[in-house]
């Protein structure tokens, strides 16, 4: 069986706040992930101020309540501020639903106002949308592992 995979675009626009020297920054947003549909946006960033970059997690809540959820990783570019570009990368680590096996990574651009806290973001990836054949060996092995162990189990009683 090969892995399916899909080519992902997303477009956000939101806001987000907090103290840079009190993390996490938290930041909500709605907007597209196609070919997927609409989409509502959390993330909570971990500031590194001496580097100018985040890290932290995220999670995209789709109308039917599915979820795709990960890491994200963002680089600033402090010398035109107020307005501050940064590079977003974005690994999706799980999802919920329909969603359950996609995994994949997303690159991006974030320009956001440093006066107002307001966002808009968008990028691309590939998403690998069914577990890789080996991932789904291992899978089966481990189950029928613990069915022989819990069948031994019960044997010795």
């Known amino acids: 069986m090969q892995a399916s995979s899909i080519t992902a675009t997303y477009s956000?626009?939101?806001?987000g706040g907090g103290d840079p020297f009190n993390p996490p920054l938290i930041g909500n947003a709605t907007g597209t992930f196609l070919p997927l549909g609409s989409v509502t946006w959390k993330d909570m960033i971990y500031p590194d101020l001496s580097t100018g970059s985040g890290d932290g997690t995220f999670l995209m809540t789709f109308a039917d309540g599915d979820t795709l959820f990960g890491t994200a990783h963002y680089q600033g570019d402090f010398s035109t501020y107020p307005m501050v570009p940064f590079t977003?990368?974005?690994?999706?680590?799980?999802?919920?639903g329909a969603l359950l096996y996609y995994r994949g990574t997303l690159t991006g651009?974030?320009?956001?106002n440093q006066l107002d806290g307001s966002f808009t973001s968008s990028g691309s990836g590939t998403i690998q949308t069914t577990p890789e054949p080996g991932s789904l060996v291992l899978l089966g092995t481990g189950m029928m592992s613990m069915f022989a162990y819990r069948?031994?189990?019960s044997l010795r009683q």
């Not at 956000?12 to 806001?15: D, V």
């Not at 977003?88 to 919920?96: A, N, R």
């Not at 651009?109 to 956001?112: C, P, Y």
Request: proline letters at 0%.
């Open 12 to 15: 956000l626009s939101g806001s």
């Open 88 to 96: 977003q990368s974005l690994t999706i680590t799980g999802g919920t």
């Open 109 to 112: 651009i974030e320009l956001s």
């Open 151 to 153: 069948k031994r189990g």
